[in-house]
């Protein structure tokens, strides 16, 4: 079920950072193999509680679940969860921290932490709310129920459900959308949206002009406009 180890969460951070500093890379899907797409932390390598001194459990947080789901929020390319299957937990989170989420029909999407006696982490109580609300974040962490892909696109979880045997194509035509886009104004795009909930209008509004400012010195912005006034297609590089 994909359970995540810490050898697999150091791997997809370091392939997304690959993404972010490599221009040949232009859009990233995060999938799975299996029945799952991830059944949260593999709780089989946490250290006994008598080996813990105070501050062991925040760090290892910070440097592992935190670390995990900000590597995904702060990749400079678009990011698309294709679920195809159960996401429990931090798989869930990995999920939600995506731009983008595709959803098998099978897929669910569980906050499985109270099950456990946990607190969320892996920013879940910071996406949750974001995406749905403070009251909903509260019952789906609250109970833990599972929620199927149907109910986790009437909540604004998921972009769209497809059968499971759509999901691969599906992804794989979002992505090459992605890829002959504009790369540079997708990132700076995702940066303002991201952080849109976190900061007042006169800050988003500078940070928006700031955005364009940077935007207009590529190749692709000039490109932009170009084929606009030549009545043409663009053919964007992604620099």
Not at 148 to 163: D, I, K, M, Q, T
Not at 180 to 203: C, F, I, M, Y
Not at 209 to 235: C, H, I, K, P, Y
Request: glycine fraction near 10%.
């Amino acid at each position: 079920m994909n359970a995540v180890t810490r050898d697999q969460r150091e791997r997809i951070v370091a392939l997304l950072a690959e993404a972010s500093a490599d221009p040949g890379i232009r859009a990233v899907v995060v999938t799975a193999t299996g029945r799952g797409f991830c059944a949260g932390a593999d709780l089989r390598g946490a250290p006994a509680a008598t080996e813990q001194v105070a501050g062991d459990v925040a760090r290892m947080i910070r440097l592992g679940a935190q670390r995990f789901i900000g590597a995904v929020l702060d990749c400079e390319k678009p990011v698309i969860a294709a679920v195809n299957g159960t996401a429990a937990g931090i798989g869930a989170h990995l999920a939600f921290a995506c731009d983008l989420v595709l959803a098998s029909e099978s897929a669910r999407f569980i906050e499985v932490f109270v099950r456990r006696g946990l607190v969320p982490d892996g920013g879940g109580a910071y996406l949750l709310p974001r995406l749905i609300g403070p009251q909903r974040a509260k019952e789906l962490m609250f109970f833990g129920d599972a929620v199927p892909a149907a109910e986790a696109r009437e909540l604004g979880l998921v972009n769209r459900v497809v059968p499971a045997e759509d999901l691969e194509k599906t992804a794989r035509e979002w992505a090459e959308r992605l890829a002959q886009g504009p790369t540079r104004a997708l990132a700076l795009t995702k940066q303002l949206v991201n952080a849109s909930l976190d900061t007042d209008r006169a800050s988003a509004f500078a940070a928006e002009a700031v955005a364009q400012e940077l935007n207009m010195t590529t190749r692709d912005a000039r490109e932009g406009v170009a084929s606009f006034v030549e009545r043409r297609g663009a053919r964007y590089e992604g620099r």
